[in-house]
């Protein structure tokens, strides 16, 4: 994190340079180009004779966290986590308390002619989220 400190008294357009260089335009390792700390999950999305497979790369959570659905030939993969601690103190006082919130939603407009929409599949194991679309 880089701190910079203002000067009131230079115009805003000077600011703007100084925002565009103190930027870490090339860091290419940099949460997926989402702003305020959220991640997008990596996608891998294959085709073959029979089907797509579309893979996400979302470990550290369950089956149940996820919510897959199709609306008008797009498929709209979604997940939002909540997670709070707390610890007390023996008068029941706070000594630390923490919560965390991420969420994240990605969409895949798939050919309307050419998916079987009934017969979509998923599996989730070892981190990895597998979504099967069989084509007609």
């Known amino acids: ?6 000067n009131p008294n230079v115009p805003a357009f000077a600011n703007f340079f100084d925002d565009f260089l ?3 335009m090339f860091n290419w390792n940099d949460k997926n180009f989402a702003d305020f700390g959220n991640t997008l999950p990596s996608v891998n999305v294959k085709e ?3 089907n797509y497979d ?22 709209t993969i979604s997940s939002e986590q909540k997670a709070e601690t ?19 939603s990605r969409s895949f407009t798939l050919p309307s002619q050419v998916v079987d929409a009934e017969n979509i599949a998923a ?3 070892d981190g990895i989220l597998k979504i099967m679309i069989p084509k007609k």
Do not use: C, H
């Open 48 to 50: 073959n004779q029979q």
């Open 86 to 104: 707390e610890e007390k103190d023996e008068n029941g006082k706070y000594t630390r308390r923490e919560f965390n919130y991420s969420a994240f």
């Open 54 to 75: 579309i893979e996400l790369a979302v470990p550290g959570m369950k089956k149940e966290d996820f919510k897959i659905s199709l609306d008008r030939n797009i498929l």
């Open 123 to 125: 599996n989730y194991a």
């Open 22 to 24: 103190a930027k870490d």
């Open 1 to 6: 994190m880089t701190l910079i400190k203002r």
